[in-house]
T-cell receptor
Framework: GEDVEQSLFLSVREGDSSVINCTYT??????LYWYKQEPGAGLQLLTY?????DMKQDQRLTVLLNKKDKHLSLRIADTQTGDSAIYFC?????????????FGTGTKLQVIP | NAGVTQTPKFQVLKTGQSMTLQCAQD?????MYWYRQDPGMGLRLIYY???????DKGEVPNGYNVSRLNKREFSLRLESAAPSQTSVYFC?????????????FGPGTRLTVL
């Protein structure tokens, strides 16, 4: 089946850039997502990219997609303590008539003041 | 709009007890989902309902049943709880179609089975 992999932990200093990486296996992916989970809360969509794009920028966030290598990354510029959270990569493929979303294991970002 | 609501927020069960987790959304979404979140394993889909009146198994359905009561509500039932079902359970909802289909998540239910 489809698989989405991420490293479990990343630590950065406040003000530095963070780069969270993700690899996936589904070649039929249509959309790829980054969700953010703050402590004790559910996931919230941070940003997404359509599979025919290779880059998307949204304020401090930059998403890069390498479709050939099935690699997705999220760069957070000028990382703040409020960015400390778990970041989930997800991809949407096709499974019959249902467009299934597969989530990665999540990367816990720790921002050191 | 309350978005996606879940009850209860916390629950402790003994092995063999049953319970139902409730979920409701007020965004008129067609599709609803139940996930469980375990450390190091991310989110795994238990069951989903693509539209009112339909339910289908996800990745880890064993030990669970679901009911799509109406368009707003989607419940998850544990008939005979086991310690392996200790987890955080999230309900989510979304539209279905050709757009990016953001999933909206509830705050979660933290379940411990002793």
């Amino acid at each position: 089946g489809e698989d989405v992999e991420q490293s479990l932990f990343l630590s950065v200093r406040e003000g530095d850039s963070s780069v969270i990486n993700c690899t996936y296996t589904d070649s039929s992916s249509t959309y790829l997502y980054w969700y953010k989970q703050e402590p004790g809360a559910g996931l919230q969509l941070l940003t997404y990219i359509f599979s025919n794009m290779d880059m998307k920028q949204d304020q401090r966030l930059t998403v890069l997609l390498n479709k050939k290598d099935k690699h997705l990354s999220l760069r957070i510029a000028d990382t703040q303590t409020g960015d400390s959270a778990i970041y989930f990569c997800a991809e949407r493929g096709r499974s019959g008539g249902y467009q299934k979303v597969t989530f990665g294991t999540g990367t816990k970002l720790q921002v050191i003041p | 709009n309350a978005g996606v609501t879940q009850t209860p927020k916390f629950q402790v069960l003994k092995t063999g007890q049953s319970m139902t987790l409730q979920c409701a959304q007020d965004m008129n979404h067609n599709s609803m989902y139940w996930y469980r979140q375990d450390p190091g394993m991310g989110l795994r889909l238990i069951y989903y309902s693509a539209s009112e009146g339909t339910t289908d198994k996800g990745e880890v359905p064993n030990g669970y049943n679901v009911s799509r009561l109406n368009k707003r509500e989607f419940s998850l039932r544990l008939e005979s709880a086991a310690p392996s079902q200790t987890s955080v359970y999230f309900c989510a909802s979304s539209t279905q179609g050709v757009t990016y289909n953001e999933q909206f998540f509830g705050p979660g239910t933290r379940l411990t089975v002793l």
